[in-house]
Structure formats: structure tokens, C-alpha cells
């Protein structure tokens, strides 16, 4: 006689398998739209998203039913890759080259603005997406780079995370990349100077 059990048993595995089938699809095309935003002067349609995905339109809309819902993953996406990449660079890397690595991190974020600005700051201002709390977690994670900097001193104890943002976002102004990704590296290197200790 039939297991009742065994109809449920046989058709988990499919589920699983179509769960991971759509996770990775929306993770392709998160990664995707950011490329797109990275290179775009303007904000590209939603259309030139799926088409260089490789999918049709009702591909992307099916993950992503609105461009402020695509907007919003691929911002905390970013900051994501920020906040948890301060852990995963002082896990392999002294504080100095870590801080100097998650720099970059910070303008791969900035770059990836380029194509979203004008609906990242409508979202901004109704609410949609909270700025304040991005920026204490960008925050905290330059102060968790600078802990570990100051514990083996490597890193000046005068400098604050404050201070390095601001120095990111002038560097990152007038050194945008991709467009500039050669210059804003050279200032990066001074400002990775200026925050090593005096001998």
C-alpha cells in the first residue's frame, strides 16, 4: 500500500529546486542591474535591464514589479556588501589594507548611484528607503576597521569614521568612477597616508 507521505517526500526536492531556481535568477539579475546602473549616464529603463539579463520583460518585473522595488534591493544589496564586508577584510587582512580595500567597496556603492539617483532620492525624501540608518551602518563599519587599526597600531587614534566618510565623498565627487577609477585611486592612497601613524 502507497506511503501517504511519499507524494509530499517526492515533490519537495522540486520545490527546493525551483526556491533556488528563482533565488538565483533574481540574484542574476540584482547583479546584472547593478552593472547597468555602474555604466548608465542616465537612469536606463527597465527594459534595457532585462535585455542585457538576457530575459524578457516580464522576466525582471516578475522579481523586481516596480523600478523603486529593483532600486531598493540593489541599494541594500550594496550596503550589504559594505557593512559585511568590513568583517570579511579584517578577517583576511591587516587593518590598513582592509580599510584601504573597503574604500574601494565605498565606490563601487557610489558608482553604482549613476544610474538610480533620480529614483534613489525620491524614495529618499517620501521614506521609502531609510538614509539615516544606511549611514550609521556605513559608519559602523569604518569604526569596526578603525578598532582593529588602533588595537595593533596601524591606524591613528585621532580619526573618526565621520572623518573618513567625509573624505570618501569628497574624493568620490571629484574622482567619480568608473569614468575617473585611476585618479580616485591615487587619492585614496593619500588619504590611507594621512591615516597612518606618525613613527
Not at 79 to 106: I, S
Not at 133 to 162: F, H, M, Y
Not at 164 to 181: E, M, Q, S, Y
Amino acid at each position: 500500500m502507497p506511503n501517504p507521505a511519499e507524494p509530499a517526500e517526492a515533490a519537495e526536492p522540486n520545490s527546493r529546486g525551483l526556491r533556488s531556481d528563482a533565488t538565483r535568477n533574481r540574484n542574476q539579475l540584482l547583479e546584472v542591474a547593478t552593472r547597468v546602473f555602474v555604466s548608465a549616464g542616465t537612469e536606463p529603463s527597465m527594459r534595457a535591464i532585462a535585455r542585457e539579463a538576457g530575459v524578457g520583460i516580464g522576466t525582471l518585473y516578475r522579481h523586481f514589479p516596480t523600478r523603486e522595488s529593483l532600486v531598493d534591493a540593489v541599494y541594500h544589496d550594496q550596503v550589504a556588501r559594505l557593512t559585511d564586508g568590513a568583517r570579511e577584510l579584517l578577517a583576511e587582512l591587516p587593518p590598513p589594507a582592509a580599510l584601504r580595500r573597503w574604500m574601494d567597496l565605498f565606490g563601487d556603492w557610489i558608482a553604482t548611484k549613476n544610474g538610480m539617483l533620480d529614483t534613489l532620492l525620491a524614495m529618499i525624501e517620501t521614506g521609502e528607503i531609510a538614509h539615516l540608518g544606511t549611514q550609521a551602518k556605513l559608519l559602523a563599519a569604518i569604526d569596526a576597521i578603525l578598532d582593529a587599526g588602533r588595537v595593533t597600531g596601524d591606524l591613528r587614534t585621532d580619526v573618526s569614521a565621520e572623518d573618513i566618510a567625509a573624505g570618501l565623498i569628497g574624493i568620490f565627487t571629484v574622482a567619480r568612477p568608473p569614468d575617473h577609477a585611476d585618479r580616485a585611486g591615487r587619492l585614496l592612497n593619500l588619504l590611507m597616508d594621512g591615516l597612518r601613524p606618525t613613527p
